[in-house]
T-cell receptor, first 114, second 115 residues
Framework: DTAVSQTPKYLVTQMGNDKSIKCEQN?????MYWYKQDSKKFLKIMFS???????INETVPNRFSPKSPDKAHLNLHINSLELGDSAVYFC?????????????FGDGTRLSIL | GNSVTQMEGPVTLSEEAFLTINCTYT??????LFWYVQYPGEGLQLLLK?????DKGSNKGFEATYRKETTSFHLEKGSVQVSDSAVYFC??????????????FGKGMKLTVNP
């Protein structure tokens, strides 16, 4: 059983389009996250939600809008895609967002902008 | 601010070689420290963790000890296998009261183990 699943796995689209990435966790965790991994493998947090409430919002363009319909889902919608948005996006979850709780990651969505 | 500095590599080793990946951190308070591993085409997986000074995390033959005096959390394995080929990330999470704590990652180190 997949713990953190995100779809699609690959997303190829053109500049200017709008796209969404979905994430679901079946671990019963309260906190979910979105990370961006660039071509050099550097990982940076984008957003964090705890029980559907936005907790962390790093310096991310407002073209990126997370939505959490319930605590098991955290979707990422991106408007007006740009070349620089090409990256691998990872969803993750943790029990309660506490500092010593490990995070469980999905397999990533590879976004390529043409 | 909080930051993690680790060896970036890439590093290539022969099977059964000894592995050390250095990791040092800067943080206020008493962070929790983690090593995550990313196998090709997959997401990150927790490899081991330590939540207080002098704790040793261990898993799959890997070990790391939380050294507060040197602000380090170096990863070691005595004998690597081909299946250990992956990217390794050191990370910290500040332990502040309340709220969600974000992970701060090092830049990752790609390890290739040849037979």
């Amino acid at each position: 059983d997949t713990a953190v699943s995100q779809t699609p796995k690959y997303l190829v689209t053109q500049m200017g389009n709008d796209k969404s990435i979905k994430c679901e966790q079946n671990l019963g965790h309260d906190t979910m996250y979105w990370y961006k991994q660039d071509s050099k493998k550097f990982l940076k947090i984008m957003f964090s939600y705890n029980n559907k409430e936005l907790i962390i919002n790093e310096t991310v363009p407002n073209r990126f809008s997370p939505k959490s319909p319930d605590k098991a889902h955290l979707n990422l919608h991106i408007n007006s895609l740009e070349l620089g948005d090409s990256a691998v996006y990872f969803c993750a979850s943790s029990q309660d967002g506490g500092g010593n709780q490990p995070q469980h990651f999905g397999d990533g969505t590879r976004l390529s902008i043409l | 601010g909080n930051s993690v500095t680790q060896m970036e590599g890439p590093v290539t080793l022969s099977e059964e070689a000894f592995l050390t990946i250095n990791c040092t951190y800067t943080a206020t308070g008493y962070p929790s420290l983690f090593w995550y591993v990313q196998y090709p085409g997959e997401g990150l997986q927790l490899l081991l963790k330590a939540t207080k000074a002098d704790d040793k995390g261990s898993n799959k033959g890997f070990e790391a000890t939380y050294r507060k005096e040197t602000t380090s959390f170096h990863l070691e394995k005595g004998s690597v296998q081909v299946s250990d080929s992956a990217v390794y990330f050191c990370a910290l999470s500040p332990t502040l009261q309340g709220g969600s704590e974000k992970l701060v990652f090092g830049k990752g180190m790609k390890l290739t183990v040849n037979p």
